[in-house]
């Protein structure tokens, strides 16, 4: 998920340069939404990570 994030944020950037301001807006916005996603999907597994840690320990 990251790995597309910063392919979408690139675009953005890209597309921003070029003048696609519209276009550059709703790939930042997808990158920011994966960003995110992958971050918390992230913090949940380590939680669950280590409350399956301790039951077998």
Known sequence: M???AIIFAIIGLV????????LAGAAMG???FL???AVII????????MTVYKKLT
């Open 2 to 4: 990251i790995k597309w």
């Open 35 to 37: 960003f995110w996603a």
């Open 42 to 49: 992230a913090i949940i597994l380590f939680v669950l990570g």
């Open 30 to 32: 997808i990158a920011k």
């Open 15 to 22: 597309a921003g340069l070029l003048g696609f301001t519209g």
